[in-house]
T-cell receptor, first 116, second 112 residues
Framework: EPEVTQTPSHQVTQMGQEVILRCVPISNHLYFYWYRQILGQKVEFLVSFYNNEISEKSEIFDDQFSVERPDGSNFTLKIRSTKLEDSAMYFC??????????????FGPGTRLTVL | SQKIEQNSEALNIQEGKTATLTCNYTNYSPAYLQWYRQDPGRGPVFLLLIRENEKEKRKERLKVTFDTTLKQSLFHITASQPADSATYLCALGSSNTGKLIFGQGTTLQVKP
């Protein structure tokens, strides 16, 4: 069964460093998302991406964050200068088609980011 | 501001019983509501979607109801099994970008 994959599973970085989290969405999906979950808290929307551009971003997704689909398979989240409060589990998700009737999202296993 | 509330306390039930989880929301008019399952350290897994014009949806042992007047969804697992033990997340969507807003989840523990 096709699945969303994410690498690395765990990333440890120093505050102020840049990190890139990588995702391979399901191959025929058209819509891509990043969410994050701080330990013990709820899953929070960061950004949605369609047709090679950002569709919507949350207030969390400030200028330190960027997303890219550099080729036909990868979808990346970059954090330019990490802060302690960026420590969280980051989930990539994808969906085949979005309508107001169907938006089943498939989530990856997550990347745990630890900022020291 | 938009608010989604799920029972924060864990729900403990005996195997074979029906588990009922609640999702309430305020200041929001979702086009649809979804339920996901999340196991520790894993990503959410989609279970069911119910649209604003639907009252009830079923899938095997799962049943979801959606009352837009009460602004509430109920999620039922019948004949529960220990393997159903997990955290269940309610998620609302209405934008044209696929954005989902999640509740904090309810942890279900099914005892044999």
């Amino acid at each position: 069964e096709p699945e969303v994959t994410q690498t690395p599973s765990h990333q440890v970085t120093q505050m102020g460093q840049e990190v890139i989290l990588r995702c391979v969405p399901i191959s025929n999906h058209l819509y891509f998302y990043w969410y994050r979950q701080i330990l013990g808290q709820k899953v929070e929307f960061l950004v949605s991406f369609y047709n090679n551009e950002i569709s919507e971003k949350s207030e969390i997704f400030d200028d330190q964050f960027s997303v890219e689909r550099p080729d036909g398979s990868n979808f990346t989240l970059k954090i330019r200068s990490t802060k302690l409060e960026d420590s969280a589990m980051y989930f990539c998700a994808s969906s085949f088609f979005y309508s107001l009737h169907d938006n089943e999202q498939f989530f990856g296993p997550g990347t745990r980011l630890t900022v020291l | 501001s938009q608010k989604i509330e799920q029972n924060s306390e864990a729900l403990n039930i005996q195997e074979g019983k029906t588990a009922t989880l609640t999702c309430n929301y305020t200041n929001y008019s979702p086009a649809y509501l979804q339920w996901y399952r999340q196991d520790p350290g894993r990503g959410p897994v989609f279970l069911l979607l119910i649209r604003e014009n639907e009252k009830e949806k079923r899938k095997e042992r799962l049943k979801v109801t959606f009352d837009t007047t009460l602004k509430q969804s109920l999620f039922h697992i019948t004949a529960s099994q220990p393997a159903d033990s997990a955290t269940y997340l309610c998620a609302l969507g209405s934008s044209n970008t696929g954005k989902l807003i999640f509740g904090q989840g309810t942890t279900l523990q099914v005892k044999p």
